[in-house]
């Protein structure tokens, strides 16, 4: 199989590349692809470097440049090599200048500006670790989400991504015939989301579970009549509650968290979601 050679070149951290290589190359089959990283290409030096690179492993390049000088000099070396090279932001900041009748700054990295944005997205990291897996309960109605859902259905990791997007997410556990914790009923602010997922899903990810950390899996965590009986538990509280139902089954994390985020956006927004 051919290895085609892709260099992602950015003068910031390069992670806006890295989403979209990647949106991009799922709809190729049978593809085998070595990506070259270059994040911080902000000086000449760096850049002869990149060149240098692109020539042991010629392939496509696609940038990220806010410095026309130096995308200047990246576009010439490409052209003399005969490998494209695509500036992929340029339809759509060409697109956003003509609708807003404004001139485009040349300034690298400026999405991550440590600003009051990129703060609160700091303190909601935090959180969301102090108010993982039941935590910290006293102050549960200060979060803007909470996830209610039984063992292995992924709420720690959607925690986390949601709370990157600046939403105060935490997570409490239902298990089979403990007692839901009161402060969890008595909520007055956040919203309340149930997940779900399939037995089958279930039974297989905690048996992975237990299989990773040797131990025995003769217990209720993965006895299919018990797991049945706890998923059929979960789903009916949220129903009796009336907390929106998401089912995770065939759900990655992201598209978790976005379906999450279109229910609080309607939440708080219901005349614009």
């Not at 690298?108 to 990129?118: C, F, T």
């Not at 997205?121 to 910290?136: K, N, V």
């Not at 720690?156 to 556990?173: E, S």
């Amino acid at each position: 199989m051919t290895t085609y050679h892709l260099h992602l070149v950015s003068d910031a951290t390069g992670e806006t590349l890295q989403m979209l290589a990647k949106a991009a190359m799922v709809q190729f089959e049978n593809i085998d692809v070595m990506e070259h990283e270059w994040p911080l290409v902000r000086r000449e030096a760096q850049v002869n470097n990149l060149i240098e690179g692109i020539k042991k492993n010629p392939g496509l390049v696609l940038c990220t440049f806010a410095d026309q000088r130096l995308r200047d000099v990246v576009e010439v070396a490409c052209r003399d090599m005969a490998v494209p090279c695509l500036a992929i932001l340029d339809p759509i900041l060409a697109a956003m200048a003509n609708y807003f009748h404004a001139d485009i700054q040349e300034l690298p990295g400026q999405q991550h500006v440590m600003n009051a944005e990129y703060f609160g997205r700091i303190e909601a990291m935090g959180f969301c670790l102090a108010h993982d897996d039941g935590q910290m309960l006293q102050d549960l109605d200060t979060a803007d989400v909470v996830l209610v859902g039984v063992s292995r259905t992924s709420k720690t990791p959607t925690c986390m991504y949601l709370a990157n997007r600046g939403l105060r997410v935490a997570n409490v556990p239902f298990v089979s015939q403990i007692p839901i914790p009161a402060e969890l009923l008595n909520l007055k602010n956040p919203m309340v989301i149930g997940l779900t997922t399939s037995v089958d899903r279930l039974l297989h990810i905690r048996k992975t579970r237990l299989i990773a950390l040797n131990q025995n899996e003769k217990t209720n965590y993965v006895d299919e009549e018990f797991v049945k009986e706890e998923v059929t538990a979960a789903r009916r509280l949220y129903e009796k509650l009336g907390w929106p139902i998401i089912d995770v089954s065939r759900r990655s994390i992201e598209e978790t968290s976005a379906e999450i985020m279109n229910l609080y956006h309607k939440r708080i927004k219901p005349d614009v979601a």
